[in-house]
């Protein structure tokens, strides 16, 4: 009988020490990294939309290291519920090749504890400032709890929404993906009366190109002097009809003064 209870006292203190502290200890944030080389990015990335979760962030860049290798990568942030997050993983793996991968686990618990704690200190400070107004007698005493509540108010809406934050961590994982897509494009060979065609057509072309840029290089330069010169004709006209009328005018003059003067003879 004493053996059986010496049993059941071990076993009894092994499930002691065997159950935590508290649920918010076993709250943690589960990170992931994953690096692909994948055969067609755009399949890939189509694959990845149709996975469980949804993209936080997301870029495709284009890169031409040396001649010849054309290089295109992209890369996630992808955030997934806890419960879908192996079966996540094993999708991705299944995209191309895994290059690297890394699995991280942020624990929350003492942070979720610290913040519980000081909440809960915050809302007792609440209500001693509750009463405090509710006794208070003169207008200065009534200001100064006023804008101490309004203080801890903030402060406890603050604590909150880090703790609403933490607890949204808890439940979904934060995965980096890391795709890349390799291609060569091995140079191809041009015999001789290739690389002589190929040659003069690039001069032709090149040609033609500055011909062109010479022909509009020209038409915008001569826009403004045929402005000048329509200008300038226009006031030459003009004077030039003028100087006429005046001519004409004193020619008239000079007729009836000669007329005159016969006349009197």
Not at 62 to 91: C, I, K, Y
């Amino acid at each position: 009988m004493g053996r059986v209870l010496a049993i059941l006292c071990v076993l009894a203190a092994g499930m002691v020490f065997a159950v935590p502290v508290s649920a918010a200890d076993r709250r943690m944030h589960q990170g992931y990294t994953i690096e692909i080389t994948v055969e067609c990015l755009d399949a890939a990335i189509a694959a990845l939309h149709g996975l469980e979760g949804f993209n936080v962030s997301s870029s495709v860049t284009f890169v031409e290291p040396h001649t010849g290798l054309n290089l295109r990568q992209a890369s996630f942030t992808r955030r997934v519920d806890v419960w879908a997050f192996r079966h996540t993983q094993a999708m991705l793996r299944e995209l191309g090749e895994v290059t690297s991968e890394r699995e991280n686990a942020r624990h929350l618990g003492a942070e979720l504890t610290q913040l519980d704690t000081r909440l809960e200190v915050l809302a007792q400070e609440l209500e001693r400032l509750s009463v405090l107004m509710a006794a208070s007698t003169t207008l200065e005493v009534l200001i100064a709890v006023d804008n101490q509540i309004n203080w801890v108010s903030r402060e406890r809406d603050r604590l909150m929404g880090r703790r609403n934050q933490l607890m949204a961590d808890a439940q979904r994982a934060e995965i980096q993906i890391w795709l890349t897509e390799e291609t060569y494009v091995p140079p191809v060979s041009a015999g001789f009366g290739r690389r002589v065609s190929d040659s003069f057509l690039g001069s032709w072309n090149a040609l033609l190109r500055n011909a062109g840029n010479f022909t509009v290089f020209m038409a915008r330069a001569s826009l403004p002097l045929a402005i000048w010169l329509v200008i300038l004709g226009a006031v030459l006209w003009a004077v030039t009809r003028q100087m006429k009328k005046r001519r004409v005018k004193r020619m008239g003059a000079i007729h009836e003064t000669i007329t005159g003067e016969a006349g009197h003879e």
